[in-house]
């Protein structure tokens, strides 16, 4: 507890009160609101970048109330399909951050499941480099940090698709 004392009176002033003691009441060990914000996850901005298959997502986190701008449009207008929206929203879940950031995001390429999974690890890499010491554990436990990297097997010379022979005719 921090006590200041002050015994110098200025001479001739009536309306200066001697102030005698002065305490305070933060306790030795305590935390002030600012190291209590930055120690539980005062929303930070951060930026991620997304890959699967063929597309791309550029993420960036605001803190805010739990808007989503995708290419300049809401979520669900983006992703009208609810698997994707959860797919997308997942990473917020885990870490129990639902409206508190604000997502803009630019994606380009691939397909809608493509652009989804994309969308997931860069949102999942944006709060991860927003807060590494409460957020990475969680994140990588369920698997949101890794990339998936399989994509389309190319055709290959003399079959039909990819693996696809053509059928075999003894006679």
Do not use: C
Not at 27 to 50: I, K, M
């Amino acid at each position: 507890m921090a006590e200041t004392t002050a015994e110098t009176v200025i001479e001739g002033d009536e309306s200066y009160e001697e102030i005698t003691t002065f305490e305070s009441d933060a306790v030795e060990g305590e935390y002030t609101s600012e190291s209590l914000a930055s120690r539980f996850g005062d929303p930070q901005p951060a930026a991620g970048t997304g890959r699967r298959k063929q597309s791309i997502a550029r993420v960036r986190i605001v803190p805010g109330s739990g808007k989503w701008k995708i290419n300049g449009r809401t979520l669900e207008g983006y992703f009208p399909n609810k698997v994707h929206q959860q797919e997308v929203n997942e990473p917020f879940k885990v870490l129990e951050l639902d409206n508190r950031y604000d997502v803009i995001a630019r994606i380009s390429g691939g397909g809608i499941s493509g652009q989804a999974g994309a969308l997931r690890l860069g949102v999942a890499r944006a709060l991860n480099e927003a807060d590494v010491d409460n957020n990475r554990g969680p994140l990588k436990k369920a698997g949101f940090l890794t990339r998936d990297d399989r994509a389309v097997e190319r055709k290959k010379a003399g079959l039909k698709k990819a693996r696809k022979a053509p059928q075999f005719s003894k006679r």
